[in-house]
Every structure is written in structure tokens, then in C-alpha cells.
């Protein structure tokens, strides 16, 4: 669906109350509706009121720079998500090292070459 079409529909389902609204009421609507089409048509002049100039009343380079700084400013999001990774398995790292020499064996248990045996049986 258009955007017309979809105005379309808006204004028959907006009509479909219209009688049981006070009179006062619609009159206020409509001073509105006619200010509000009033700042619509002053906008559309500003948009198109220099060659080489948008919306924003910017340049081109600053639309440039706009997507230069987007860009950078996503590669240090990534970076920084892969740095906190990293911390998050160093700190997981450590706790298993840290369960480790909490347990009552001895450190030559750990240090024997059969240790990885002793830990395989059931």
C-alpha cells in the first residue's frame, strides 16, 4: 500500500466519527489542519532551496564526515565487545584456577604426569 492509499483510508476512518463531534471541535481541527499544511508548504521550500545543499542545510563533506565518524565509531564498538570477551575469559580462566588450588590435594598430585588418568576414571 501507497502512501496516498493509505491517506485515503486514514481520512474515511477519521470522516466515519465526524458526526458526532461538536461543532467548536471541528472548527479547531481545521485551524489546525490548515496551520499544520501552512508549515508543511514553508519546509518544502526550505528543502529546496539551494543546489547542493540538504535538509540540514549541510555539504556533501559533512555527509561524508557523518559516515566516516559512523564508521569509526563502529569499529570501537567491536572492539570493544572483543576486548570484554577476552577479560570474560580470562576471569573464567582464573576462577577454575582459583577452584583448583582451593581443593585439599597436594600441588605434586597436580604436577603428576598420571593426574590427567586419575581425573578420567569414573
Same mark, same amino acid.
Given at each position: 500500500? $501507497?502512501?496516498?492509499?493509505?491517506?485515503?483510508?486514514?481520512?474515511?476512518?477519521?470522516? !466515519?466519527?465526524? !458526526? &458526532? /463531534?461538536? *461543532?467548536?471541535?471541528? $472548527? #479547531?481541527? *481545521? %485551524?489546525?489542519?490548515?496551520?499544520?499544511?501552512?508549515?508543511? +508548504?514553508?519546509?518544502?521550500?526550505?528543502?529546496?532551496?539551494? +543546489?547542493?545543499?540538504?535538509?540540514?542545510?549541510? +555539504?556533501? %563533506?559533512?555527509?561524508?564526515?557523518?559516515?566516516?565518524?559512523?564508521?569509526?565509531?563502529?569499529?570501537?564498538?567491536?572492539?570493544?565487545? /572483543?576486548?570484554? #570477551?577476552?577479560?570474560?575469559?580470562?576471569?573464567?580462566?582464573?576462577? /577454575?584456577?582459583?577452584?583448583?588450588?582451593?581443593?585439599?590435594?597436594?600441588?605434586?598430585?597436580?604436577?603428576?604426569?598420571?593426574?590427567?588418568?586419575?581425573? &578420567?576414571?569414573?
Amino acid at each position: 500500500m $501507497n502512501e496516498p492509499e493509505l491517506g485515503r483510508k486514514v481520512t474515511r476512518l477519521l470522516d !466515519h466519527g465526524l !458526526h &458526532d /463531534i461538536k *461543532q467548536s471541535t471541528v $472548527n #479547531q481541527l *481545521q %485551524s489546525a489542519r490548515r496551520a499544520a499544511l501552512e508549515n508543511y +508548504h514553508m519546509a518544502e521550500e526550505i528543502v529546496t532551496a539551494g +543546489h547542493g545543499v540538504s535538509a540540514r542545510g549541510g +555539504h556533501d %563533506s559533512h555527509v561524508k564526515t557523518r559516515k566516516l565518524l559512523s564508521l569509526v565509531t563502529l569499529l570501537f564498538a567491536l572492539l570493544s565487545v /572483543i576486548y570484554w #570477551q577476552t577479560l570474560q575469559q580470562s576471569d573464567e580462566n582464573e576462577e /577454575i584456577d582459583i577452584m583448583l588450588l582451593v581443593d585439599d590435594l597436594p600441588i605434586n598430585a597436580y604436577l603428576n604426569d598420571e593426574f590427567d588418568a586419575w581425573l &578420567d576414571r569414573p
